[in-house]
């Protein structure tokens, strides 16, 4: 409750969790969604994502691009 409060109240536009579920490393998000024009509170976005498989990666991975 206290997150959806600070989104009404604009001290808080994000919020951020994760979780380890049935061994898998779930990443929470919450976005506070605003009116562009009156600044009044909309609602919430939630997104959830799957990281488990990113933690693993390590070292890195770039593009090459069409010179290489």
């Not at 409060?5 to 506070?32: H, P, Q, V």
């Amino acid at each position: 409750q206290k997150i959806l409060d600070d989104f009404r109240s604009g001290t808080r536009n994000e919020a951020d969790f994760w979780i380890n579920l049935r061994g898998k490393m779930i990443y929470i998000r919450y976005f506070a969604i605003h009116d562009p024009e009156t600044t009044n509170y909309l609602g919430c976005l939630e997104v959830t994502q799957d990281i488990t498989e990113i933690q693993k990666i390590q070292g890195e991975h770039r593009l090459l691009s069409e010179n290489d």
